[in-house]
T-cell receptor, first 115, second 109 residues
């Protein structure tokens, strides 16, 4: 089934630990994104990649890093997790980055709790 | 700064019509998206407006007025499955989506 796969679905993590959230898409979309969603707030962009080999910073990039070695994979790494990074993380992709090509397909989300 | 304003919560009756409003201020504008998000699930695409006017798609319609920085989502013949959050997201001059906090729609029998 075409779409986006995120892993893990849910994780409880001790503060200070390193964590990588995985994201894989099989739609050959050029652009990929990582968002976090917190209660009462809109989705906030962490990092994005317009095409394989390139990445960019979003609205809230501090404490997170990404890589885009190929078209399909876009992992998000928390180098040293802190409690404020407790959130639901969504990976998304789109065919392109201009106007109507920005229709996003989202993964099911990864719920992360940092204690 | 960039700002999106939509009601936090709305309640409507099954079979009725509801209009969810969204006002926005963005640095440039390249269209506006509406997404639906059921509790515990991912957002899914509903509509995209780039020109002024009404776009109808089955029971759902979306309206845009660029001069007023205003959009609404109109849901007709409400069904219980329409209970969800509805996210308004205009796109700025850099083609980045600016997300509202969403409107939680509760449908009562």
């Amino acid at each position: 089934i075409a779409g986006i796969t995120q892993a893990p679905t849910s994780q409880i993590l001790a503060a200070g630990r390193r964590m990588t959230l995985r994201c894989t898409q099989d739609m050959r979309h050029n652009a990929m994104y990582w968002y976090r969603q917190d209660l009462g707030l809109g989705l906030r962009l962490i990092h994005y990649s317009n095409t394989a080999g390139t990445t960019g910073k979003g609205e809230v990039p501090d404490g997170y890093s990404v890589s885009r070695a190929n078209t399909d994979d876009f992992p998000l790494t928390l180098a040293s997790a802190v409690p404020s990074q407790t959130s639901v993380y969504f990976c998304a992709s789109s065919t392109g980055t201009g106007s109507g090509a920005n229709v996003l397909t989202f993964g099911a989300g990864s719920r992360l709790t940092v204690l | 700064g960039q700002n999106i304003d939509q009601p936090t919560e709305m309640t409507a009756t099954e079979g009725a019509i509801v209009q969810i409003n969204c006002t926005y201020q963005t640095s440039g504008f390249n269209g506006l998206f509406w997404y639906q998000q059921h509790a515990g699930e991912a957002p899914t695409f509903l509509s995209y407006n780039v020109l002024d006017g009404l776009e109808e798609k089955g029971r759902f319609s979306s309206f845009l007025s660029r001069s007023k920085g205003y959009s609404y989502l109109l849901l007709k013949e409400l069904q219980m499955k329409d209970s969800a959050s509805y996210l308004c997201a205009p796109m700025d001059s850099n083609y980045q989506l600016i997300w509202g906090a969403g409107t939680k729609l509760i449908i009562k029998p």
